[in-house]
């Protein structure tokens, strides 16, 4: 036997192809059958084609043209629509991995971890990036031939699961009784936002996803081998949470034993599913909408992450360049590096699109103005605070029964809820057998 | 490398001292050929000559290299460009591999390993040098600058794309206008550069302007840039493995042929130069400044009892590598509109791999890439409103059949599906832009790319090539050649043929359908002609027996 290029069609697709949240069919299921191959995850790869539209009609006016006021989210392109990524056991339907929020996820790990370069090459063939946010408009969005082809996408679903080097086995026996792929799409009003502040001109963009399939090669399972019961694999898990104050505290129970690293990103919880803000901002927390550049932002003084109510992993304060000079925008360094070692230890940071031109303290919601997300250089703000556990062993921390904390000292005096998505990365094991599979988190 | 087979006795090679020593065992010989690291802590030392080509015209050069230690794989070639007379440059994606048409590598007057079509091959590889590198590396070693950067609409004085270097606006240096060809030179702006200056003093034309170092017109011979390649571009199974020259007692050559030096009639087919681009109406030849041409080659040498002790225990080495085997052929664009089914060879042979491109007759040394580029389907971009039904990307429909079984269950069409099985026919990513790619989405710049001169006055006027059609107004004029330079230049496809299988007696079929191809200028149904250049990475093996070197396909 040899591998097979698998090409699967959603299992739920409506009688014209076309899939949208707007027409109700907001989750995509596909179902890589039981069968006694092995899938190799990292060649699997979401396929369509991408339109944006005003209006459900046909008509000239019922399509995004140049000169729409509407955005997407350069650095995410194709991500910015994927709210949630489930995958379960076909046979038993049992969840193997879930990462809500899972655009939110993408708008730190795009830039984070692809340079510039990348986004602008290589990325923008497969995921429809483009770190600028009028070129990501005009290469996207304003698109002539919307209608008729669309943008063609084919872009890899970063997660655990699928970006292991082990080989996913699917037979019923000695596997996970084939894939059920859920992909769970984002509110309109997330996706798209209005350049001016508004939102008022674009109340009735929309996206369609059309000739949707999901793309894999699968390796011949041998006769005779054993591949065990059992396959780790890295995992995200997400959180959602919002703090309103000065002190901010954020405790979670995790449940997961070996946890790599964690990193959050903010957004004013206004700004979520308001077509009048880009809600994939990733910038710092913002106090007040007026004035420019950093005037209204909550500087974040200090720095502390917990593990069971004691400092750790860093067993000391992080306090920020901004704790004694609060006019200073430049980023604090040490809050940087963590974030980034949250996504992957620093010293395995390869490429990055991070520099400081988008991570300078700058507010991405103003009144009355322009998006400053929209126009902040190189694909927009890239803000976060994150801490890497383990970048020498790579088995990772138990808080299997010791909490997750996270203390933030800020400028957050005023009533501004800011919502605070948490990703943590960790290590789990697959165990499967005739009856079913189980994760061991 | 490894031995081929139990080592018969060392008898015969290298006398005496040759022997393996009792005290040492096989395992304890480190591999010295593999590329990699050596487990154990031993002395290298690096002996580089300077090799002058024994046959050298403009047409063909042969080096012989001297039979003495470990060649390095990246030892390497120099060359240079004798002065031209208007302003020129190399083409931005092949760099001076356009130089080369054919590299034929002889051991003992053995073919082992050839690449025909080189500079159309290296159009492909150079997908996968990252951006990075292009910028800050390749266009000073291979003339290669396919790097894209952002350019930003700072540089735009008012709305009516009135253009003024540095001017700082509201929106300055956030938002961009399109992507440019980034290499380290800030855009230019020229007043009046095409003559156009109607609308009075403000209206100035942006341009990206070559590197200084990368200009063929200069004042002075001694100006001219050179440029290198290694001996691993050249011959692809070097970066896996050294040739252990000192076990050879045959003469080594490697062999050039040049691509056509072209004429200064018109510009045709025939008469343009394949070396360097320039946007004149009359060709430009580029001749060979033969003087520069030397190899330079580095030999290893490890400790004189290791070498022997290696070749003694090593007197028969195997090793597979690949090998590119071309088939090509000539179609015209309006047949590309059916479906085509294309034998392209590979009977009886271990292909791992095919890449193929569509190359335009029309392209020459008047377009950006010259002619290595791979075309893209059309597209209607302007016709009517959003609505019309010929407002399209065209599609590429693609398949591969070996052993009666198509690679792919269902035919490939979806643009970025393409993109998406190059990266997994070679392991990465190819770095290239969506609309560089498969002409979708307009995200290229609408300015020039301008080739200067060293004229000692300022550089005179730089002759400019079109980035893209963003600017033009009618379909028919948007992707002209003249009109557009970027573009779905760069649509190769490739696939890995994954079944481990070695290819039946009826070989490998393409089965392939382009809607429609970019029109001609000259009327609604014209299409230019097209040369499929298809490579089957054949899996071959070489033997050197003492001191004796065969090769043959697995």
């Known amino acids: 036997m040899s591998n097979v290029n698998l090409e699967i069609t959603p299992a739920n697709v409506a009688s014209d192809g076309i899939i949208s949240y707007k027409s109700g069919n907001p989750v995509i299921q596909f179902i890589i059958g039981e069968q006694q191959r092995l899938l190799l995850g990292q060649t699997i790869r979401l396929v369509g084609k991408f339109r944006a539209r005003k209006g459900a009609g046909d008509t000239a006016g019922d399509y995004v043209v140049e000169g729409d006021k509407c955005h997407i989210d350069g650095r995410l392109g194709i991500y910015n629509v994927i709210d949630q990524l489930v995958v379960k056991s076909q046979s038993t339907h049992q969840t193997i991995e879930h990462i809500r929020h899972y655009n939110r996820f993408c708008s730190s790990f795009v830039p984070v971890l692809n340079a510039l370069e990348d986004q602008t090459g290589h990325l923008s063939e497969s995921a429809l990036t483009m770190p600028n946010s009028s070129l990501a408009k005009e290469s996207v969005l304003d698109i002539p031939s919307q209608r008729q082809t669309g943008n063609a996408f084919c872009a890899h679903l970063p997660c655990g699961l699928f970006n292991g080097a082990n080989k996913i086995p699917l037979s019923q026996d000695t596997g996970v009784g084939g894939l059920l792929v859920e992909i769970h799409l984002a509110p309109d009003e997330n996706v798209f936002y209005e350049s001016d502040g508004t939102g008022a001109n674009i109340s009735n963009t929309f996206y369609e996803l059309f000739d949707v399939s999901l793309v894999a090669e699968a390796a011949p399972m041998p006769e005779g081998m054993s591949v065990g019961n059992t396959m780790e694999y890295n995992s995200i898990s997400s959180y959602y949470t919002s703090v309103n104050s000065t002190n901010s505290v954020l405790n979670f129970n995790l449940g997961l034993s070996r946890v790599l690293g964690v990193f959050a990103n903010f957004i004013s919880a206004t700004a979520i599913n308001n077509l009048s803000h880009n809600g994939m901002a990733t910038g710092p927390i913002v106090k007040n909408t007026t004035g420019v550049g950093q005037a209204g932002i909550a500087n974040i003084d200090q720095v502390v992450f917990t593990k069971g109510g004691v400092r750790f992993p860093l067993e000391y304060n992080v306090d920020t360049t901004q704790k004694d000079q609060a006019t200073n925008s430049v980023p604090d360094g040490q809050v940087l590096r963590n974030f980034l070692s949250g996504l992957r230890p620093f010293s395995k940071l390869g490429k990055s699109g991070i520099s400081l031109n988008n991570t300078f303290l700058s507010k991405h919601e103003q009144t009355n103005a322009v998006d400053a997300n929209y126009i902040t250089a190189e694909g927009g703000s890239v803000y976060g605070v994150g801490v890497s556990y383990d970048g020498i062993s790579g088995d990772g921390v138990d808080f299997s029964r010791q909490n997750f904390g996270l203390q933030m000292t800020s400028g957050l005096d005023t009533d501004r809820p800011t919502a605070v998505y948490v990703f943590v990365h960790s290590k789990q094991t697959l165990v499967f057998n005739a009856s079913g599979v189980q994760v061991m988190s | ?554």
């Open chain 2, 1 to 554: 490398m490894q031995a081929a087979s139990p080592s018969p006795s060392p008898a015969g090679s290298g006398g005496p001292s040759a022997q393996m020593s009792p005290a040492v065992q096989q395992s304890q010989i480190p591999d010295l050929l593999n590329i990699g690291a050596i487990p154990t802590d031993q002395t290298m030392d690096v002996e580089t000559s300077v090799l002058e080509p024994v046959v050298h015209s403009d047409s063909f050069c042969r080096f012989v290299l001297q039979n003495k230690g470990i060649l390095h794989s990246h030892s390497k070639i120099v060359f240079a460009l004798n002065m031209v007379t208007a302003q020129a440059t190399l083409p931005l994606s092949t760099g001076i591999y356009g130089l080369i048409q054919n590299a034929t590598l002889k051991i003992g007057g053995k073919t082992i390993t050839e690449i025909d079509d080189f500079g159309d091959y290296m159009s492909y590889k150079s997908l996968f040098t990252n951006n990075e590198a292009m910028k800050e590396r390749e266009q000073y070693t291979t003339g290669r600058q396919m790097s894209y950067g952002v350019n930003y609409k700072n540089r735009e004085k008012n709305d009516a794309a009135n253009y003024q270097y540095g001017f700082s606006g509201v929106d300055a240096n956030v938002l961009g206008e399109g992507l440019t060809i980034e290499n380290n030179y800030d855009q230019c702006v020229s007043t009046d550069m095409d003559n156009s200056n109607t609308t009075g003093p403000n209206k100035v034309d942006p341009f990206q302007p070559t590197p200084f170092y990368l200009q063929l017109s200069k004042e002075s011979t001694d100006d001219l840039p050179t440029w290198q390649m290694s001996l691993a571009d050249l011959f692809p199974f070097l970066r896996t493995n050294q040739l252990p020259l000192y076990m050879m007692k045959e003469e080594v050559s490697l062999e050039l042929t040049f691509s056509q030096a072209g004429t200064d009639a018109a510009v045709s087919k025939t008469t343009s130069s394949h070396r360097v681009i320039a946007n004149t109406t009359n060709g430009l030849p580029a001749s060979i400044l033969t003087a520069e041409t030397r190899m330079i080659a580095d030999y290893i040498y490890y400790p004189q009892e290791m070498m022997e002790q290696y070749a003694a225990a090593n007197q028969s080495l195997q090793f597979t590598f690949p090998e590119y085997r071309l088939s090509k052929f000539s179609i015209t664009g309006a047949n590309m509109a059916t479906q085509q089914i294309r034998n392209v060879g590979g009977a009886g042979r271990v292909v791992s791999k095919v890449f193929f491109g569509f190359q335009s007759q029309d392209r020459n040394q008047t377009s950006l890439l010259n002619k290595y580029g791979a075309e893209a389907p059309g597209r209607d971009y302007k016709t009517g409103t959003t609505t019309d039904a010929g407002r399209k990307n065209f599609e590429a429909t693609i398949n591969v059949k070996y052993n009666d079984n198509f690679v792919y269950p269902i035919d490939v069409s979806n643009s970025a599906r393409h993109f998406h099985n190059i990266s997994q026919a070679e392991a990465i990513v190819p770095f290239v832009s969506r609309e560089v790619y498969g002409r979708e989405g307009e995200s290229v710049s609408g300015n020039k790319y301008g080739v200067n001169v060293e004229d000692g006055v300022g550089g005179g006027t730089p002759l400019g090539f079109p980035m893209s059609g963003k600017n033009q107004t009618t379909a028919l004029a948007q992707d002209l050649t003249a009109n557009s330079n970027l573009p779905g230049q760069m649509m190769w496809f490739a696939s890995r043929l994954n079944k481990g299988e070695r290819v039946n007696s009826r070989g490998i079929e393409l089965y392939f359908k382009f809607g429609q191809m970019p029109l001609k200028s000259t009327g609604p149904d014209t299409f230019a002609d097209y040369v499929q250049r298809c490579w089957l990475e054949q899996i071959k093996v070489a033997e050197l027996s003492n001191g004796v070197m065969t090769s043959y396909f697995a």
